[in-house]
């Protein structure tokens, strides 16, 4: 049976807007060392936006604009709003061949020219010389994530898009920090731009680069070294990882695979309601003792 106090304490989370589980879940929250934080939509407000595009090869910004969007209208993912919003309403070609590549972009043909669009990571490392990659590295070094379009093997255009940290997230974090919590920025982004927004947000340790598939290893990674792991994340890509988590934290906004997944769902998308939930968690079993 479970103890009037644990029930109670889901009762008190509720009325913060945490959803606990159950019982179980509640106590491994009591437990917690470390807390791992999916940047995108989690962290940041999730709505990234085009904020500078810069031109290769003789290509015009309508042209790149065009066919980036093209290419986005295949995707769901957050990054593919940017693109489009940055084509307005206009009437978009046809794309044959589409892929995504899970993690690093999309791909496809245009009027039969071959389109690479996503990380630089997607792209032969030949295809970029010098000059381009250091332009890349500058903007990522801002809190941007740099975007690559390549047409016919060349790149063309690197979109710069900015996806704003969340107003609570400082504050949120620094609550965090300051009751001991081992705070970890878990990301597909590159290192550079992991690093910049981290540094912004008060989160210590990175881990940036990771493939969908790889989130979960990394979870496993950090409770092969002892500690006690809460994922907080409401990607599709997330649930992995959530459930590998001692315990899986999503946002109520997020996909439905994620809360499916999850031990607690913060209907609240603010990261307070996951600091009081996590206090009270802690309240609830030390009244036990
Ligand atoms: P996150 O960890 O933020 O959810 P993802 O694993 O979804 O990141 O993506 C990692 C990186 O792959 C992105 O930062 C971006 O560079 C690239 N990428 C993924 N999907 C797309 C897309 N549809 N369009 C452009 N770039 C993409
Ligand atoms: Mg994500």
Known sequence: ATPMSIIAGVGRAAEYGVLVRDADALQRASTLSTLVFDKT????????????IALYNHATEQQVIQWAASLEQGSSHPLAHALLEKAGGQRLPAVEQFRTLAGQGVSGKVNDIDLLL?????????????????????????????????????IVALFSIRDPLREESVS??????????????????????????AREAGVDNVIAGV???????????????????????DGINDAPALAQADVGIAMGSGSDVAIETAGMTLMRHDLHALVDALAIAKATLRNMK
Request: no cysteine; hydrophobic share 40%.
């Open 172 to 197: 949120a974090l620094k609550r965090l920090r300051d009751g001991g919590y081992q705070l970890v920025m878990l990301t597909g982004d590159n290192a550079i731009t992991a690093g910049a927004i």
């Open 211 to 233: 493939l969908p598939e790889g989130k979960a290893e990394a979870i496993r990674h950090l409770q092969q070294q002892g500690r006690t792991v809460a994922m907080i994340g």
């Open 41 to 52: 939509g989690t962290l940041t407000e999730g709505k990234p936006r085009v904020v500078e």
């Open 118 to 154: 996503g990380s630089r990571g997607l792209m032969a490392p030949q295809m970029i010389p010098d000059d381009i990659g250091e332009q890349i590295d500058r903007q990522a070094a801002t809190g941007v994530t740099p975007v690559l379009l390549a047409a016919g093997g060349r």
